[in-house]
C-alpha cells in the first residue's frame, strides 16, 4: 500500500520509518568520550549516546530551562551562548559526529529532521533515474 512518497506495510511501518529507527537506536548506543572541559582538566569519561544530557547536567552543571544559556566548554570549541537544547544538539551534530545517512544516495545529515526531508526528494529522483513510471 502507498501513502504519499512512502510504503507502509500491515502492520503500520515503513521501510524510512524503520531505517530511521536503527540509525537512533545506534547513535544512542554508540559511547563516545567526553570532551567536555571543566577548571583546565578534560572530562574524558565513557558516556553513552543517550547518556549524554544527564553526563552534562550531572558532570558538568548543564542545567535550568531548555532556554537557559550555557557556554559550549568541550576541548577546542569557540561557540557560546547557546540554549541548553541547542548545546545538546551542537554536541551531537559537531562533537559527536552524529549523522543521519541516506540509504538511497550515501550523503550524511546531521539532523534527522534534513534527512526526511531529503529523503522525499532523493527518492523520487531516484524513481525517475530508474524510469520506473509514478503512480
Not at 12 to 39: F, H
Request: charged content about 30%.
Amino acid at each position: 500500500m502507498r501513502t504519499g512518497d512512502t510504503y507502509i506495510v500491515p502492520d503500520g511501518s515503513s521501510p524510512l520509518k524503520d531505517e530511521l529507527m536503527l540509525i537512533e537506536n545506534a547513535l544512542q548506543e554508540r559511547v563516545e568520550t567526553c570532551g567536555w572541559i571543566s577548571n583546565g582538566l578534560t572530562c574524558n569519561i565513557l558516556v553513552r549516546g543517550r547518556d549524554f544530557s544527564v553526563h552534562l547536567r550531572d558532570s558538568h552543571g548543564v542545567i535550568g530551562t531548555p532556554a537557559s544559556q550555557h557556554r559550549c566548554c568541550w576541548n577546542g570549541c569557540r561557540e557560546r551562548d547557546l540554549n541548553r537544547d541547542s548545546l545538546i544538539r551542537h554536541l551531537r551534530e559537531q562533537h559527536l559526529q552524529w549523522r543521519w545517512p541516506c540509504s538511497c544516495c550515501r550523503q550524511d545529515f546531521t539532523r534527522k529532521s534534513t534527512l526526511i526531508d531529503h529523503r522525499a526528494r532523493c527518492g523520487q529522483r531516484r524513481v525517475r533515474a530508474l524510469g520506473v513510471p509514478e503512480k
